[in-house]
């Protein structure tokens, strides 16, 4: 059944899972119950910690612009990419990760197959129109044993999902507002991207797309 026919009558079932891999799924339209209590909380932890656009450690500035909740955050700049408890731009502690996206992460993670996924990092990423990310494995992490869960909001935009090289092809996963993308196990370090994002404003947040991507760091 095509989106549009979905979207016309009702969410898709909760249990839905489409694979990407052994331990990767793209749940579509997981997080539209979520969503009245995740956008508030992105406003109220973006005022507390702004979106910045950081560095890379080859010296690019992200298109894509990030902060973070949760103990842990992910930064980067001139001498590398780290978790920090502290936002380097104000020198505090990162918000706290709010109870409905922890909720959200663990629920999506059990559909995925990985029980107890307790993240204690949140990115918040924010695209506008041409902002994109390239093919890069996520392993600042110390436990690859926890999944990556991604969580897309507002405007769509086109996944990369690659191999465990570099150079293995990848294939394109059309994302919308609500769906979610979890990968583990021995996916946990497939390459993956974000395509530059096209304009097509979204009716709830516009001309943005904001991506929350929960890991376990510590
Ligand atoms: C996404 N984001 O925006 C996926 N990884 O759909 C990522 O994979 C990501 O935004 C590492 C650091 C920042 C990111
Ligand atoms: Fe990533």
Request: proline share 10%.
């Amino acid at each position: 059944m095509s989106r549009m026919t979905l979207a016309l009558f009702d969410d898709p079932p909760r249990e839905a899972r489409e694979p990407l891999g052994p331990g990767a799924f793209v749940l579509p339209g997981f997080a539209l119950p979520f969503v009245d209590a995740l956008l508030p909380a992105i406003d109220a932890l973006t005022a507390r910690a702004p979106f910045r656009h950081l560095v890379t450690p080859g010296g690019f500035t992200m298109s894509v612009a990030l902060t973070n909740c949760g103990a842990l955050g992910w930064t980067s700049d001139r001498r590398g990419y780290r978790y920090s408890a502290t936002d380097p731009d104000s020198g505090l502690p990162w918000p706290p990760m709010p109870g409905t996206f922890a909720r959200l992460a663990r629920e999506a993670a059990a559909v995925a197959g990985f029980d107890g996924f307790v993240p204690d990092a949140c990115l918040v990423n924010r695209y506008a129109p041409g902002a994109r990310l390239s093919l890069h494995q996520d392993k600042d992490e110390h436990d690859y044993g926890a999944p990556i869960v991604s969580v897309s909001l507002g405007m769509p935009a086109v996944f990369l999902f690659g191999g465990l090289a570099r150079t293995d092809k990848a294939v394109r996963v059309p994302l919308a507002h609500g769906d979610v993308v979890v990968w583990g196990g021995e996916d946990r370090l497939r390459y993956h991207g974000v395509l530059p994002l096209k304009e097509e404003p979204h009716p709830l947040l516009g001309a943005l797309r904001i991506n929350l991507t929960f890991r376990k760091a510590a």
